[in-house]
T-cell receptor, first 115, second 115 residues
Framework: AQTVTQSQPEMSVQEAETVTLSCTYD???????LFWYKQPPSRQMILVIR??????QNATENRFSVNFQKAAKSFSLKISDSQLGDAAMYFC????????????FGEGTQLTVNP | DTGVSQNPRHKITKRGQNVTFRCDPI?????LYWYRQTLGQGPEFLTY????????KSRLLSDRFSAERPKGSFSTLEIQRTEQGDSAMYLC?????????????FGPGTRLTVL
């Protein structure tokens, strides 16, 4: 079975600075995808960024980028120029082609952005 | 609004009562997923549908839980004889296809409190 681990329950960052959230996963599948989802307080979960395992290039979306280390099974999220609106719970998630495309989530990291 | 909608948003019930939740996915999405999220944790997969067919059920889905998607559009999740341990946020998500690469769009969730 696939597992996703987020070892940082809470993180904080000063506005305009950079923060990195960690995620590790375990799988025996060769074809899979990794995601970071953001869940603001009392609001819907939204996709932040997606990485295909077969791609060596790290995904980027504006201020958000990932560091995907396939051999180490590590998938960290870097948020640059942090904004107050980035404050939320962040979940790392895994989806595999042979596991029904369901998402397996980590425990989450609560990010606080200090003004 | 063309996003995923869920009703009701909040449900308070007494132990032993039955409850039913509804999810309306994005109209062209043929995949529909149910997840359960307890406080401070990541969502856990419950079940998913490809059109009207229920393709997988998690071991978390006890016999008291049943889900349907009768016409391949909206879905319902029923919990019979609710227990206090059923208190959680129930999330619905939909996606365009069955590939693991496809983004899942989440609804706002139904928060269930069992007294």
């Amino acid at each position: 079975a696939q597992t996703v681990t987020q070892s940082q329950p809470e993180m904080s960052v000063q506005e305009a600075e950079t923060v990195t959230l960690s995620c590790t996963y375990d799988t025996s599948e060769s074809d899979y995808y990794l995601f970071w989802y953001k869940q603001p307080p009392s609001r819907q979960m939204i996709l932040v960024i997606r990485q295909e395992a077969y791609k060596q290039q790290n995904a980027t979306e504006n201020r958000f980028s990932v560091n995907f280390q396939k051999a180490a099974k590590s998938f960290s999220l870097k948020i640059s120029d942090s904004q107050l609106g980035d404050a939320a719970m962040y979940f790392c998630a895994y989806s595999g082609e042979t596991s029904g495309s369901r998402l397996t989530f980590g425990e989450g990291t609560q990010l606080t952005v200090n003004p | 609004d063309t996003g995923v909608s869920q009703n009701p948003r909040h449900k308070i019930t007494k132990r032993g009562q039955n409850v039913t939740f509804r999810c309306d996915p994005i109209s062209e999405h043929n995949r529909l997923y149910w997840y359960r999220q307890t406080l401070g944790q990541g969502p856990e997969f419950l079940t998913y549908f490809q059109n009207e067919a229920q393709l997988e059920k998690s071991r978390l889905l006890s016999d008291r839980f049943s889900a349907e998607r009768p016409k391949g559009s909206f879905s319902t999740l029923e919990i019979q004889r609710t227990e206090q341990g059923d208190s959680a946020m129930y999330l619905c998500a939909s996606s365009l296809g069955g590939s693991a690469s496809h983004e899942q769009f989440f609804g706002p969730g139904t928060r269930l409190t069992v007294l």
